[in-house]
């Protein structure tokens, strides 16, 4: 709908807008409300559907002869319309109308001093080219858009835009910097633990990989290896010697003179190579005879001390090696050789002098 008085200027207006019509037609229903009263008016535009628009042209008298001030009509119709509303003149916008080119006197007027500075300046009126292109500038009402879902980018280019939010930037800038450092410096942040935990994963991935490897050394060679503390704790023991030593509870008995004990020890062995390791720093080696379940065996260790970068021992590797079953041989062994002599001297032979 388009809406116009009966003034000059109001005429000339709607002849502009007929002049129009044709060339949207089948698009654009265009229609163009008889002259009436400020009351006729408004029931007009309140009957409009949900897919009209109106565009307010000059309108500030009725067919009466009332007149009103541009800020009332304008009012006028924004309080009985449901629908978009129009404009073609600066001086309605920013009272509720959504925007549209808008015809600016302030635009004329400034167009018109450059004219005229140059003139004083000393150019010639004649070589002043003539503007066609008007003093229309696109103009809208960022509520106006919000209410009636209008998105900014359907705009024409270089639209003016009044009421539309500011960032933060524009409305808090020192705040707004504040945080933005902030935040850099969290991502920062973020991006060294990142890097870190990576690195942290990579080492213990190695480490794992290492420690695995060194167990597995460990498990697959024919002697048993045990780590023992400065507090004659069990730390670590070999698939060797977990065989050897099934019962050893660690937790029950930390110690591992009350572990590899059956029954418990309340001390350290006799002459034990870890004590000695402990107490000097150097490798020590033993020939023990430790009770078992199953009896009494034999094991040959030998004593290694572990340093920190310090230079504090900080454990004590045992190497131990059961010799039960070499010494009983040895001892057959020596057994045969005397029952031999004894033979021998037995049938006139020549003694044979055996050492023990």
């Known amino acids: 709908m388009c809406i116009s008085d009966t003034t000059v200027s109001g005429l000339s207006a709607r002849k502009a807008m007929e002049a129009v019509v044709a060339e949207y037609a089948g698009r654009v229903t265009f229609r163009f409300p008889p002259p009436g009263t400020f009351e006729e008016t408004r029931a ?5 559907s949900g897919h009209s628009v109106i565009l307010l042209n000059t309108y500030t008298t009725d067919s009466s002869g009332r ?7 304008t009012r006028l119709i924004l309080s009985s319309t449901r629908v978009p509303v129009y404009g073609v003149h600066q001086n309605r916008f920013g009272e509720g109308i959504v925007g549209g080119f808008l015809l600016s006197g302030r635009e004329q007027g400034r167009q018109a001093a450059e004219m005229g500075l140059g003139i004083l300046a000393g150019e010639n009126p004649d070589t002043i080219p003539i503007r ?4 229309s500038i696109p103009m809208f009402d960022y509520r106006q858009m919000e209410r009636f879902g209008i998105p900014l980018a359907e705009l024409p ?11 933060v930037f524009t409305t808090h800038r020192n705040f707004a910097f504040t945080i933005t450092g902030i935040l850099i410096l969290l991502v920062i942040v973020l991006l060294l633990l990142l890097l870190f935990t990576t690195r942290l994963i990579r080492a213990k991935t190695a480490l794992q990989k290492s420690e695995a490897k060194t167990r597995s050394i460990l498990d697959n060679i024919g002697i048993g290896v045990s780590l023992i503390s400065p507090e004659m704790s069990i730390l670590e023991l070999n698939k060797q010697m977990r065989q050897w030593f ?20 309340e001390e350290a062995c006799d002459g034990c190579p870890v004590v000695k390791s402990f107490r000097d720093g150097k490798v020590h080696q033993a020939t023990t ?20 970068r310090s230079g504090e021992i900080w ?29 021998r001297l037995a049938g006139g032979g020549r003694p044979t002098i055996l050492t023990t």
């Open 289 to 308: 005879q430790t009770s078992r379940p199953e009896g009494i065996r034999n094991f040959r260790i030998v004593s290694s001390p572990v340093f920190s």
């Open 44 to 48: 007009s535009v309140a009957a409009l």
């Open 246 to 265: 099934p019962d050893v509870d660690p937790v029950q008995y930390p110690a591992c003179f009350r572990s590899f004990n059956y029954p418990p020890r």
């Open 315 to 343: 454990a004590v590797i045992e190497l131990v090696d059961d010799i039960t079953e070499q010494l009983s041989l040895e001892a057959q062994l020596r057994q045969a050789q005397k029952m031999e002599s004894v033979g």
């Open 132 to 135: 066609k292109t008007g003093t």
């Open 157 to 167: 280019k270089g639209s003016f835009v009044i009421h539309k939010p500011g960032s």
């Open 67 to 73: 007149a009103l001030p541009t800020k009332d009509s």
